[in-house]
């Protein structure tokens, strides 16, 4: 398979604050990624997207960057809530291998009040 | 509601007793695949389904089986479960063209 890491299992960070997860991939042909978002006894869910033409996206309070140079994304999350706390992990599409998915191993973000 | 469904959500089960995971949609998804979450490894993929009668082997396919007969359901078998097949697992649809799945709430296998 594909190696989509992450830098950091486990996250904490305070209610309001800012959080940042980072993802690394490690295929060129990598052309489209997702971060879901996976809360305790639930199914991962669809946060956001970014095409590899594209450095930034934002959505509601999310933000995902993408620097193809070092083959790093990262997702920010602004003012940071209890009900953010999950697992979040990202998925890369190789171009190359049938537009399949590879995911990764996922970072725990607990929100403390 | 648009939803991936999987039954049943939690089973204890013994060695090489068979056992089926369903798992239906109710989107009208082409694409529909099984994915084990393991601690540490993330989602693997076991089998996927581009449609009806087409089936194929993702990165971690062996001790499983899987059929399309029908558009909407794709039950994952384990005809003689191991203990090393102890894991939860997803169940995932999406559209042919479009590329976020849709996940079911898992279903959280332990074989003993």
């Known amino acids: 398979g594909e190696s989509v890491g992450l830098h950091l299992p486990t996250l904490s960070v305070q209610e309001g604050d800012n959080s940042i997860i980072n993802c690394a991939y490690s295929?060129?042909?990598?052309?489209?990624f997702i971060w879901y978002k996976q809360e305790s006894g639930k199914g991962p869910q669809f946060i956001i997207d970014?095409?590899?033409?594209?450095d930034k996206r934002q959505g509601q309070r999310v933000t995902v960057l993408l620097n193809k140079t070092v083959k790093h994304l990262s997702l920010q999350i602004a003012a940071t809530q209890p009900g953010d706390s999950a697992v979040y992990f990202c998925?890369?599409?190789?171009?190359?291998?049938?537009?399949?998915?590879?995911f990764g191993t996922g970072t725990s973000l607990t929100v403390i009040p | 509601e648009a939803q991936v469904t999987q039954n049943p959500r939690y089973l204890i089960t013994v060695t090489g007793k068979k056992l089926t995971v369903t798992c239906s949609q109710n989107?009208?998804?082409?694409?529909m695949s099984w994915y084990r979450q393991d601690p540490g490894l993330g989602l693997r993929q076991i089998y996927y389904?581009?449609?009806?009668?087409?089936?194929d082997k993702g990165d971690v396919p062996e001790g499983y089986k899987v059929s399309r007969k029908e558009k909407r359901n794709f039950p994952l078998i384990l005809e003689s479960p191991s203990p090393n097949q102890t894991s939860l697992y997803f169940c995932?649809?999406?559209?042919?063209?479009?590329?976020?799945?849709?996940f079911g709430a898992g279903s959280r296998l332990t074989v003993l």
């Open positions: 970014i095409r590899s033409n594209m």
């Open positions: 998925a890369e599409r190789v171009s190359n291998t049938g537009n399949q998915f590879y």
């Open positions: 995932a649809s999406r559209e042919i063209s479009a590329n976020v799945l849709t």
């Open positions: 989107m009208n998804h082409e694409y």
């Open positions: 295929n060129s042909a990598s052309d489209y």
């Open positions: 389904s581009m449609n009806v009668e087409v089936t």
